[in-house]
């Protein structure tokens, strides 16, 4: 059952959004700029309200598979996988948790000219479940950085650097 529907504009395409219970997004029909059909997206949730299958169906009928997402038993995406029109893999997202059910690392794959390139994150939290370090390494050129954070005595970030990890050398600096 539809609730809302919603349209918007952005640059050349115009879409209608439509929304089913929980708000959730059920499909997002989209337009070309002059007014034609390009395609739609239809989202598929489980009896948890997690998104399962994301469908496209193009102006010419042809349907598409774009994301199939698998969850745990508390209701945590553990992976996703999302593919190109063609049909073939374009990433896998894997996340892990810890007891807390805080997701600890994930790992990005995304196959490329024949090779598979994985990316790897694993993050470290403080007492109060604030991330305070994330490692990133890439599997096919050896990259390996380190994001640190630091947080004010209201739990607001108020500072991330950037690390190579091999030369120890800071990167980037943002403050907020």
Same mark, same amino acid.
């Given at each position: @059952? !539809?609730?809302?529907?919603?349209?918007?504009?952005?640059?050349?395409?115009?879409?209608? $959004?439509?929304?089913?219970?929980?708000?959730?997004? $059920?499909?997002?029909?989209?337009?070309? *700029?002059?007014?034609?059909?390009?395609?739609?997206?239809?989202?598929?949730?489980?009896?948890?309200?997690?998104?399962?299958?994301?469908?496209?169906?193009?102006?010419?009928?042809?349907?598409?598979?774009?994301?199939?997402? !698998?969850?745990?038993?508390?209701?945590? &995406?553990?992976?996703?996988?999302?593919?190109?029109?063609?049909?073939?893999?374009?990433?896998?997202?894997?996340?892990?948790?810890?007891?807390?059910?805080?997701?600890? *690392?994930? &790992?990005?794959?995304?196959?490329?000219?024949?090779?598979?390139?994985? !990316?790897?994150?694993?993050?470290?939290?403080?007492?109060?479940?604030?991330?305070?370090?994330?490692?990133?390494?890439?599997?096919?050129?050896?990259?390996?950085?380190?994001?640190?954070?630091?947080?004010?005595?209201?739990?607001?970030?108020?500072? @991330?650097? $950037?690390?190579?990890?091999?030369?120890?050398?800071?990167?980037?600096?943002?403050?907020?």
């Amino acid at each position: @059952m !539809t609730i809302k529907g919603d349209t918007e504009k952005k640059g050349n395409l115009s879409f209608v $959004v439509n929304y089913g219970e929980n708000q959730k997004v $059920v499909d997002t029909t989209l337009y070309d *700029a002059n007014g034609k059909l390009d395609k739609r997206i239809i989202n598929e949730y489980d009896s948890n309200s997690n998104l399962l299958l994301v469908r496209g169906i193009m102006n010419d009928g042809k349907e598409l598979i774009t994301q199939r997402s !698998t969850y745990n038993d508390k209701n945590q &995406e553990v992976e996703s996988i999302s593919y190109d029109e063609d049909g073939s893999i374009y990433t896998i997202l894997r996340s892990h948790y810890d007891e807390r059910g805080i997701c600890i *690392a994930w &790992e990005i794959e995304e196959p490329m000219d024949g090779n598979t390139e994985t !990316t790897y994150y694993f993050c470290t939290f403080d007492k109060n479940d604030k991330e305070v370090e994330r490692v990133i390494e890439n599997s096919r050129t050896g990259d390996k950085s380190k994001e640190l954070c630091t947080y004010d005595s209201k739990g607001n970030l108020k500072e @991330m650097k $950037v690390v190579d990890v091999n030369s120890g050398e800071e990167e980037s600096r943002n403050v907020y």
